[in-house]
């Protein structure tokens, strides 16, 4: 079974989601949407009370939902629970909030999107285009990230042909790669500027990003001239990969004098650019 994760935004607010190729579903994070339905500071204890209620009441919809591994506030992958759109839909039922009616109109709207952007793959750049947008990145910013999702996907495709497995090995490749250009660890780089559940390239200025890309693609065509056999192999090459954007980095901070790893985010960028708050990145408490 495949499956691809994303985050999902609702109000600004993220919900945690991987999409499953074979059943052509998404499954969406259970506490992520509690927390979103209810404002809840505990949304797992509210959860867990939820679970025992519909128990007690003989339902079986708790029963029948499962568990997947997704991205958690430290990045490690951790078992969550889930429940796909039509299990939702009746959770929902269950949950009183003055945003149920609309987050049912974008759930249903988001499992209608997947579907359409099988058929029609441009439709992906298309939303997420849209989606930065929205939040108030300039397009420069965005042509910049767009370009990194592709250099990402094709570094990960690299490594799946090698053999490497999605998870811990390709968290553990991605640390050793941003540690060989920024000096830093991918939870010491979200330390810095102040990041939990957010996204860490959404986060990066652009010249953190093109650096952060030229990282990747480098990683990528030394796999592919060096043919690594197995994952200690891939280790080294991603360090070498990540010392190629380390020299770019330290010759550019020699001639302006300037860091290029800062503790700016995306708040404080698009606090420059006068975005209004409320469409500024949310953190997650």
Not at 47 to 60: R, Y
Not at 86 to 108: G, N, V
Not at 186 to 205: A, F, P, Q, S, V
Not at 234 to 246: H, I, L, P, Y
């Amino acid at each position: 079974m495949t499956k691809q994760d994303a985050i999902k935004i609702f109000q600004d607010k993220k919900v945690r989601t991987l999409w499953d190729d074979e059943k052509e579903k998404w499954y969406f994070s259970i506490i992520d949407v509690i927390e979103i339905l209810t404002n809840s500071p505990r949304p797992r204890k509210y959860w867990h009370a939820l679970k025992t209620k519909l128990a007690t009441e003989g339902s079986e919809l708790s029963q029948n939902m499962g568990q997947l591994k997704m991205a958690a506030e430290d990045g490690k992958m951790r078992m969550t629970d889930v429940a796909d759109t039509e299990q939702l839909f009746r959770l929902i039922q269950s949950i009183p909030s003055p945003k149920a009616e609309p987050f049912k109109l974008w759930l249903a709207k988001t499992a209608c999107e997947r579907l359409d952007e099988m058929q029609d793959p441009e439709l992906t750049i298309d939303r997420a285009l849209e989606q930065y947008l929205h939040i108030g990145y300039s397009e420069n910013w965005i042509n910049q990230r767009l370009k990194s999702i592709e250099i990402r996907k094709e570094l990960t495709d690299e490594w799946k042909k090698r053999g490497l497995k999605e998870g811990q090995q390709f968290a553990t490749l991605t640390d050793i790669i941003t540690n060989a250009w920024a000096g830093k660890t991918t939870k010491e780089y979200k330390i810095l500027k102040g990041l939990k559940k957010e996204n860490l390239r959404d986060n990066m200025t652009n010249t953190e990003l093109i650096l952060n890309m030229l990282a990747e693609a480098s990683t990528k065509d030394i796999s592919q001239a060096v043919n690594p056999k197995d994952f200690e192999q891939s280790k080294k090459v991603a360090r070498q990969g990540g010392n190629v954007a380390n020299v770019a980095r330290k010759e550019l901070e020699a001639k302006t004098g300037k860091k290029v790893v800062t503790a700016l985010n995306a708040k404080e960028l698009l606090k420059v650019k006068g975005v209004p708050e409320k469409l500024k990145p949310k953190n997650k408490s």
